[in-house]
């Protein structure tokens, strides 16, 4: 017997490809991005909504590693073995890391509620 208040259509599964994401920025990240990659290749089949979810996540965990490792290389080459270069690393990855972190809960809350992430349509 469905409650009374119960929603009755099903989810589109849009949350399973950010809960991925934020597992491989969070706790498991090589498995986690596999996972993801296997997720993006197999988008044809997937309704628009997840299709589009999954395609920001991997976008952003793709965009995320880059701006980090070239950021980080831009210093090490400027800077070499240095102190300075070492606060700037710190300062710089805690700063993106915690940006894609909240992109990734704002993302959530637009998988939960059925809506299309925020992200240039044009990748999607």
């Known amino acids: 017997m469905p409650y009374s208040q119960s929603r009755m259509t099903t989810g589109s599964g849009a949350v399973v490809p950010i809960i991925w994401y934020l597992l491989n920025l969070l706790i498991l990240p090589i498995i986690s991005f596999i996972v993801l990659l296997a997720q993006f290749f197999r988008a044809g089949d997937m309704p628009e909504i997840r ?15 880059v701006l980090i490792g070239s950021g980080l290389a831009l210093a090490w080459f400027m800077s070499g073995n240095t102190g300075g ?7 710089w990855a805690i700063v993106l890391h915690t940006s894609f972190v909240l992109w990734g809960i704002i993302a959530m809350a637009q998988a939960m509620s059925d809506r299309m992430p925020y992200f240039p349509k044009r990748w999607l």
């Open 51 to 65: 299709r589009a979810h999954t395609r920001a996540a991997t976008f952003m965990s793709v965009i995320g590693a």
């Open 85 to 91: 270069f070492w606060t700037f690393a710190l300062v």
